[in-house]
């Protein structure tokens, strides 16, 4: 798609429609233009697909808050991209729970025919830890998920090796039957074979009849820069297989960012504790503070700096999710206090404290002139 459609216009609300509204929305195209409703409709399949793109990013409350403010360049959108979807199986894997059913396109599935209604896979998670050097570069990560694989004794057939599964007497091995319901023909799921079209009389003792076994399975992940806490990455496709052929469930991934010894995360922000003489915060100063990088940066410190200032760098915190800019480094000042001085450095900070009783008291008689003279004209 050259030019996408604003997606509010796809589905037909208005720009502060609540989350409802766009999921009750979305049904009702999806409804329509499905392509079991519409078979070889080219126009159909691809408002069905423009309806399942404006849906992903609407539906996300981050999505669509970039979407508001950069428009489709805000999510990389255009003829799926903003969604991410390949193809119709895609968007069924992700959006099928809507209609009733897993994937495949549940509702669809029993009512239209496509697919049986048979279950998708169940869906993964695991907790995936990052550093913050991890959130500020981005990163790939390998992690390992126990799910279920096809068993290598019954290649994935669930019979003993040399046997074959038999052709389901209730389903003549189609996986599905046909209840009538008025003047409708529903289709639904076997019973008895559960969508296999098939059933198993002597079962593989390694998998005892499943198909599969559990097996570790290596999966990698990027993780973009600026990720926050909490955040969800879900991986299409890499959760647990599907009932006889049905699309696989997704792996569910939750970022964890672990504490910084040096830095404090808020937002795209940074903060850090900084050490500085008394004498670099009466007349100013330049030093050098380390960055999330590894780098150091010069730090210019005012003269008058009082404890506790907080001075900014900024283009030094972490990068923005949207990929626009970066966040500052905040640097918070501390007055290192000496605990042990010498009689030279003691009698000089005597004399210093002397002169400074000596100034504050001329600024006090100076005050209190000028008091009087407002007084009289008052």
Known sequence: MANPRDYYEVLGVDRSASADEIKKAYRKIALKYHPDRNPGDAEAEAAFKEAAEAYAVLSDKDKRQRYDQFGHAGVGAGSGGGAGFSNLEDIFAHFGDLFGGGGGGGFFSQFFGGGGGRRRGASLRVDLELTLEDVASGVKKTIEINRPESCDNCGGSGARP???????????????????????????????????????????????????????????????????????????????????????GDLVVVIHVEPHSVFLRHGDDLVAQAKIRYRQAVLGDSVEVPTI??????????????????????????????????????????????????????????????????????????RGIFEKVKDIFQ
């Open 162 to 248: 040399g046997t074959e599964p038999t052709t389901c007497g209730t389903c003549k091995g189609r996986g599905e039957v046909i209840a009538n319901q008025g003047f409708l023909s529903i289709r639904q799921t076997c019973p008895t074979c559960r969508g296999a079209g098939s059933q198993i009389s002597d079962p593989c003792s390694k998998c005892r009849g499943r198909g599969s076994v559990p097996t570790k399975v290596p999966i990698t992940v990027t993780i973009p820069p600026g990720i926050e806490e909490g955040h969800v990455e879900r991986i299409a496709g890499q959760g647990e297989p599907g009932e006889a052929g049905a699309p696989p």
């Open 293 to 366: 990088t590894g780098e150091t940066v010069v730090l210019k410190i005012p003269p008058g700096t009082q404890p506790g200032a907080r001075l900014r760098v900024r283009n030094h915190g972490l990068p923005r999710a949207d990929g626009y800019g970066r966040g500052s480094l905040i640097v918070q000042v501390q007055i290192e206090v000496p605990t042990k001085i010498s009689s030279e450095q003691e009698q000089l900070l005597r004399e210093f404290d002397e002169a400074e009783q000596k100034r504050q008291t001329r600024q006090s008689r100076k």
